[in-house]
């Protein structure tokens, strides 16, 4: 399989090399280094990674806050492997969500004791 990917999509056998290609493809490559920190440098282990394997990368590469470069990443991996590692993709945060994410939150209170010394 991997001498397919050589062949056929130009994946080189240098892990580093090969790991690249694949996040270039999917246009990531400022993950390179940081897949390589953690030791994924074996783009069908990517591929063929259980859904908790999957989610720990996501989290070491901090990719786990980045949910559409989750989808390019995986679909790079389908292309290439036709398979795609399980995972659980968060939802991508509306337009209001985004607003109001870091805006101060207020309750009200219909006691006046609230206020008394």
Excluded at 14 to 36: C, G, H, Q, V, W
Excluded at 62 to 77: C, I, N, T, Y
Excluded at 101 to 112: A, D, I, K, R, V
């Amino acid at each position: 399989r991997i001498q397919i990917l050589f062949e056929v999509y130009g994946m080189p056998p240098n892990p580093k090399e090969s790991i690249n290609k694949l996040l270039a493809r999917a246009k990531l490559s400022t993950y390179i280094d940081t897949f390589m920190s953690v030791g994924a440098d074996d783009p069908e282990q990517l591929a063929t990674m259980g859904p908790h394997e999957f989610q720990r990368l996501l989290k070491y590469t901090g990719m786990d806050s980045k949910p559409l470069h989750v989808e390019r990443l995986v679909k790079v991996l389908q292309e290439l492997f036709g398979t795609v590692p399980e995972y659980e993709q968060p939802d991508i945060p509306t337009k209001t969500q985004l607003m109001y994410q870091y805006q101060p939150y207020f309750t009200t209170s219909g006691s006046s004791k609230l206020f008394e010394v």
